[in-house]
């Protein structure tokens, strides 16, 4: 894609072209290999990164990948990679007279940013209730009706009952009947790894890897496609830990500070990082407003 949010990681051996959205699983490939690339290897351990001497390459001798707005071509046994856009270096500021302007434009962003999507039969959407994941749903459900046709839309929630009981199945159940959208629940209390000594602030010490392992196998059951309302929820969380990545101390805990006068202190306590949909967001029907 444009700006490489997915990669697509490709090996050339002979004749044979082995493609895949996994590194490790092109490298599994017998013909393939994992046979380590040192120049990459020690770019890596030297500086911190290879991609600004070569980067095509991988951590694989065998293995490359394609950089954002990258295509590859195999044709009569060639392979050849070629670059089908370049971000505009200079871009006109943009110019609006009225603030209505300025949501308007945004509307009908967010509008072409979903039709982009509806190239499935069938799509989810995961709702906690929260404005972001309200939002993609809200919309969707706007293009869909407006198109008259589409993939049919479903919908994926967390139900925290006894171990951090939160409200996002109820803030979902009053969403989703609004939109007509059929709503699936998963028990969180049955996730093997929520003990009930979880608490928000210890969660660095539980696996979320597990809890999203299970989260997405429940989804792909669902749809082939999934939308996400995350990140700009979690924008406004502060979690002081999360805030020292990529930014100077000062500028972390200005942040930090900045995000307590806006929510307060009790607010602040309960919300968790990213890789738990929803929490702390705004009931379903004011965000749908």
């Known amino acids: 894609d444009h700006f490489g949010n997915r990669t697509l990681y490709y090996a050339q051996r002979g004749s044979r072209l082995v493609l895949g959205s996994s590194l490790d699983a092109v490298a599994q490939h017998p013909e393939v290999g ?7 290897v020690g770019s890596f351990l030297a500086l ?36 089908y856009w ?39 959407v995961t709702v906690s209730g929260g404005m972001d994941s309200t939002a993609v749903l809200a919309v ?32 979902a159940g009053k969403l989703c009947p609004q939109y007509d959208v059929p709503l699936t629940l998963m028990p969180m209390d049955e996730v093997p790894w929520l003990k009930p000594d979880y608490r928000p602030v210890t969660l660095a010490a539980y696996p979320l890897a597990a809890q999203q ?11 082939p496609v999934a ?8 924008q406004r969380t502060a979690h002081l830990s999360l805030a020292w990545h990529g930014q100077s ?3 972390a805990v200005s942040g930090f500070v900045s995000a307590w006068r806006q929510l307060g202190s ?14 702390g967001g705004a009931p379903a029907a004011e965000a749908a407003a």
Not at 266 to 279: F, I, K, N, V
């Open 227 to 234: 939308m996400f309302g995350s990140s700009g929820d979690m």
């Open 213 to 223: 392992q299970e989260y997405i196998r429940r989804l792909a059951r669902l749809a």
């Open 48 to 83: 911190g990164s290879a991609a600004h001497l070569d980067a095509g390459g991988t951590a694989y001798q065998n293995v490359r990948r394609l950089r954002p707005a990258e295509c590859l071509v195999a044709e009569s046994g060639a392979v050849r990679v070629r670059r």
């Open 86 to 124: 370049e971000c505009p270096a200079e871009v006109p500021l943009l110019d609006y007279r009225r603030p209505e302007e300025v949501v308007e434009r945004y509307r009908a962003l967010f509008a072409r940013a979903i039709r982009d999507r509806l190239r499935s039969r069938r799509l989810a």
């Open 249 to 251: 101390p000062l500028s």
């Open 266 to 279: 009790g607010s602040l306590a309960l919300m968790a990082p990213p890789g738990r949909p929803g929490a």
């Open 34 to 40: 994992t046979e380590l690339s040192e120049f990459h």
């Open 140 to 171: 969707t459900a706007h293009v869909l009706r407006e198109r008259g046709h589409g993939p049919e839309l479903v919908a994926l929630t967390q139900d925290h009952r006894t171990v951090n009981p939160t409200r996002e199945a109820e803030l």
